[in-house]
């Protein structure tokens, strides 16, 4: 059985830095890759970013240079390092996993019809 759990979530100040967790479990970890995603109140759901189990990494333009993604493998962990956070960000951060290919983990995009395994988000509170 998968499990992908995210936490981290917290209220935090503009302008400050947070870091999510997401540990994922029961899962083919060989080659993967792990999506962020968000939803801001009233507002559809977005890609932050992802990585790929080859190192593969993609940020979103909408958070370039303010948000970055890394893994430990040894601890089934990704995190999303977020500064210079801005009110907009508040949302309920989600992450997600799938298997890829050996070939393709070098890459990775953020569509969310390409992963079927999701956590049930942490809420990211930016406010003075």
């Known amino acids: 059985q998968v499990q992908v759990v995210e936490s981290g979530g917290d209220l935090v100040h503009p302008g400050g830095s947070l870091r999510l967790s997401c540990a994922v479990s029961?899962?083919?970890?060989?080659?993967?890759?792990i999506g962020w995603f968000r939803q801001a109140p009233g507002k559809e759901r977005e890609g932050v970013g992802c990585?790929?189990?080859?190192?593969?990494?993609y940020i979103a333009e909408s958070v370039k240079g303010r948000f970055t993604i890394s893994r430990d493998s040894a601890k089934n962990t990704v995190y999303l390092q977020m500064n210079s956070l801005k009110d907009e960000d508040t949302a309920v951060y989600y992450c997600?996993?799938?298997?890829?290919?050996?070939?393709?983990?070098?890459?990775?995009?953020?569509?969310?019809?390409?992963?079927?395994?999701w956590g049930q988000g942490t809420q990211v509170t930016v406010s003075s």
């Open positions: 029961g899962f083919n970890l060989e080659s993967y890759a």
């Open positions: 997600a996993t799938r298997s890829i290919p050996f070939r393709f983990n070098k890459y990775c995009r953020i569509t969310e019809a390409d992963y079927p395994y």
């Open positions: 990585i790929a189990s080859g190192d593969g990494l």
